[in-house]
C-alpha cells in the first residue's frame, strides 16, 4: 500500500535526521554512539565503562531537546499551514494569516521592553507566556470581528486577521521605538531561534502539538469535503460552521505554542504543505501527516546547519527562507512549464 | 391529494430575510410530492436560490417550518439528511486537484463510516455516476483543469453518486452546451420515474422546464404565484405577468409538448 510506504519512509527519514543531527556539532559523536546513548536512556541499562562522559550529557541536556523541538515547531507549522489553506480554501495562507503571530510578537514584546527598563518581574512572568497570550488573545480577537454569521467564511476570517495583525505590528513599532538602541533583543526574537531550548520547551510544544495533531487527522476528510465549497460540504453532511471552528482554534493553537517557544520563523507554514501537495495531491488524509513529517525534517536540517555547519549562527527564519525559496521557485516554475504543453 | 405529512418537502408560512432587513422570501406555503420533478422558474432576484437553500437546510426560516419527510429539517442530523438530500448549488468550489474520480466519491461520505475505506457499492455508484454524466475518461484528470461545462457534470454526478431520495439543484446546467444540458435533464428525469425520486431544479430556460418537468412552481418577488402542473401553469398571461415579456405558447403537433416563442419588437420596427 502507497500511503503506508510513504510514511514509514518518512518515519526513517525523520529518525535519520534526530539521529544525525544530534550527532553534529562542535563535538562530532558518530550515529552509532548516538543510539547507543538514546537507548540507554530508555532502557536503563548502562552505557560500556570506556565510554566518553560527555557524550550523554551532550546529548540529552543540550542537543536533543532543541532537534526535538525544532522537529515539533516545524512539524506543527506545516501541518497548521496545510489547515489554514483547506480551510481558507486559499493556497496563499500560511499559519500566521489570521495575525497569531503578531500577537504572539507583541505579548513576547511586551515582557522584553519591560525587561529592557529594567523592571523586575516575577518568575513566572517568561516570554513564552506573554507570546502565547497575546496569540490566544488576537485568535479570540479575530473571531470575535469575524462573528459567525456567514460559518465563518474565508474572506471575513482573512480580512480580520489583516485589520487585528496591522493593529499589533503598530503597537510591536511602538514598543521597538520606546526599547531605542536595545531594539536588537526584540528583533531577535522576533526572527525566531532555537538557542537554549530545553527538555520544558520540548513538552510544552508536544502538550499542544500532539493533541492539535490527532483533533486535525480526526476531521481530515471533511477538510477535503469541505474543498467544494461550504454549502456542498453542508449538503454532505459536514457541520460547516462547526468543523471549521474546531480546525481555525486547534490550527491557531499549534501556531501559538510554536511561536512562543521558538519565535517566529517564516516559510515552513506556508511552503511545506504547498511543496507536499503538489508532490503528493490534495487529501489531507496524506497531506496532513506528511506535512507533520516534512516540516520536522525541514526544521530540523535548517537548524542543524545553522547550528554546526555555518562559523557562526544565523537566525532560523532566514536560513530557511534563504534555502527553501530559490528550491520552492525551482519547483514552481518547472511545474508552470509543464502545466502550459 | 397527497397530505402534509406524505409530502417530501413542505413549507408552511416561510418567511426569510437577510440581516439588512430585507425580506426576500414572503409566506411560502408549498407541498412536494414524492416521484416528481419540479421546475422552480422566476425572474432574476425572485428568491428562487433563497428558497432552494431553506430547502436544503442552508439557511433556517425567519418564520415558519420547513419539513422533509414529515419532520422539521431543523430536527435531522446533518449526516442523516445528507443520506437522504443531495443539493447541486450554484457557487460550488473546486479549488483543489482533485481528481474527478476523488471529487464524485466524495458524494459517498455520509455513507461511509469516519476512517472506512469506501466499500464496493461505493464504488459502484461512483462508476455509475461518472458513466451517467459521460465523464468517465475524465476520472484521472484534475477537477482544476476541467472546462465549465465539465465541472458542472462532475458537480452533478457527485449529487447523482450521493444516491439520495430527494435532490435540490440550482442552476445546474447553467454552463452546458445543449446535449450535455438535455442530457443531465434526462438522467434526472430517469431517476424520477425509475427511482421515486424527488427533484426540484431552479431552471432559467422555460422551455427546458416545460420539456422535463412535471410541474412547476412559479416565484416572483418573494412569493409564489402560482405551483401546478406545467400545462397548467405555462400560460401566455404568466409569462407576461412574471417575466414581462410577451411569451407565446404552442403545442408541438406530434409529441404535444409545450414550447415557448418570444415576441419581440426589433429597435428598427418600434
Request: glycine share 8%.
Amino acid at each position: 500500500m502507497r500511503p503506508v510506504l510513504l510514511f514509514t519512509f518518512l518515519s526513517v527519514l525523520l529518525a535519520a535526521a534526530v539521529i544525525l543531527a544530534t550527532g553534529m556539532g562542535f563535538l562530532q559523536i558518530s550515529p552509532s554512539e548516538v543510539l547507543q546513548v538514546i537507548v540507554s536512556k530508555i532502557t536503563g541499562k548502562a552505557l560500556p565503562e570506556t565510554f566518553n562522559t560527555v557524550f550523554p550529557v551532550v546529548i540529552m541536556d543540550i542537543r536533543l531537546p532543541r532537534i526535538l523541538t525544532s522537529a515539533l515547531v516545524g512539524g506543527g507549522l506545516a501541518v497548521s499551514g496545510a489547515v489554514f489553506q483547506a480551510i481558507l480554501l486559499n493556497p496563499l495562507a500560511d499559519p500566521y494569516t489570521l495575525g497569531i503571530s503578531s500577537g504572539a510578537a507583541f505579548g513576547a514584546s511586551l515582557v522584553l521592553i519591560l525587561t529592557i527598563f529594567g523592571i523586575s518581574l516575577p518568575p513566572w512572568v517568561s516570554v513564552p507566556l506573554f507570546a502565547f497570550s497575546g496569540a490566544i488573545g488576537t485568535l479570540i480577537a479575530v473571531f470575535i470581528l469575524a462573528s459567525p454569521h456567514d460559518n465563518y467564511s474565508s474572506n471575513t476570517l482573512i480580512l480580520s486577521g489583516v485589520i487585528v495583525a496591522s493593529i499589533l505590528s503598530a503597537g510591536i513599532g511602538f514598543i521597538k521605538y520606546l526599547a531605542n538602541e536595545k531594539v536588537g533583543i526584540i528583533i531577535f526574537w522576533l526572527m525566531g531561534s532555537f538557542v537554549g531550548k530545553s527538555w520544558t520547551d520540548m513538552t510544552l510544544a508536544l502538550s499542544i502539538t500532539l493533541p492539535g495533531l490527532f483533533v486535525i487527522l480526526y476531521f481530515s476528510r471533511d477538510l477535503n469535503i469541505m474543498a467544494l465549497g461550504a454549502r456542498t460540504a453542508a449538503s454532505l453532511g459536514i457541520e460547516t460552521g462547526k468543523t471549521r471552528k474546531i480546525l481555525l482554534v486547534w490550527a491557531s493553537l499549534i501556531t501559538a505554542i510554536c511561536v512562543s517557544v521558538s519565535g517566529i520563523i517564516g516559510f515552513v507554514g506556508l511552503i511545506v504543505p504547498h511543496f507536499l501537495r503538489l508532490l503528493l495531491g490534495p487529501d489531507n488524509r496524506i497531506l496532513i501527516p506528511a506535512c507533520f513529517f516534512g516540516g520536522a525534517i525541514l526544521l530540523i536540517s535548517a537548524d542543524t546547519i545553522s547550528r554546526a555547519i555555518l562559523p557562526s549562527e544565523l537566525p532560523i527564519g532566514v536560513l530557511t527562507s534563504l534555502i527553501g525559496g530559490p528550491f520552492f521557485c525551482y519547483i514552481f516554475r518547472k511545474r508552470q512549464w509543464r502545466g502550459q504543453r | 391529494m397527497i397530505s402534509w405529512a406524505e409530502s417530501v418537502f413542505s413549507i408552511r408560512e416561510g418567511w426569510f430575510g437577510y440581516r439588512d432587513g430585507k425580506t426576500v422570501l414572503q409566506d411560502i406555503n408549498l407541498s412536494l410530492n414524492p416521484g416528481t420533478f419540479y421546475g422552480l422558474i422566476g425572474p432574476n432576484g425572485s428568491g428562487k436560490t433563497t428558497l432552494l437553500d431553506l430547502l436544503a437546510s442552508t439557511i433556517q426560516p425567519d418564520k415558519g417550518t420547513v419539513l422533509f419527510r414529515g419532520k422539521p429539517l431543523a430536527a435531522y442530523r446533518r449526516q442523516e439528511l445528507a443520506r437522504m438530500l443531495a443539493f447541486v448549488p450554484q457557487d460550488f468550489a473546486l479549488g483543489f486537484e482533485y481528481t474527478v474520480f476523488d471529487v464524485v466519491l466524495m458524494g459517498r461520505h455520509p455513507h461511509i463510516p469516519r476512517f472506512s475505506s469506501p466499500a464496493a457499492k461505493d464504488l459502484d455508484r461512483v462508476e455509475e455516476a461518472l458513466a451517467l454524466m459521460d465523464i468517465t475518461q475524465l476520472r484521472d484528470r484534475a477537477v482544476t483543469r476541467l472546462s465549465g461545462g465539465e465541472k458542472q457534470r462532475v458537480i452533478v454526478a457527485r449529487a447523482l453518486a450521493q444516491d439520495t431520495q430527494a435532490l435540490i439543484l440550482d442552476e445546474a446546467t447553467s454552463n452546458l452546451d445543449i446535449r450535455h444540458t438535455i442530457e443531465i435533464m434526462r438522467v434526472v428525469s430517469d431517476r424520477v420515474r425509475q427511482k421515486g425520486m424527488t427533484v426540484i431544479a431552479a431552471i432559467h430556460d422555460l422551455n427546458l422546464a416545460a420539456a422535463f418537468c412535471d410541474e412547476l412552481v412559479v416565484l416572483k418577488a418573494g412569493s409564489v404565484v402560482t405551483q401546478g402542473a406545467v400545462r397548467d401553469v405555462l400560460t401566455n398571461p404568466l409569462i407576461r405577468e412574471v417575466f414581462a415579456v410577451d411569451g407565446h405558447i404552442r403545442v408541438h403537433p406530434e409529441t404535444m409538448a409545450l414550447g415557448i416563442d418570444y415576441v419581440f419588437k426589433k429597435e428598427a420596427d418600434l
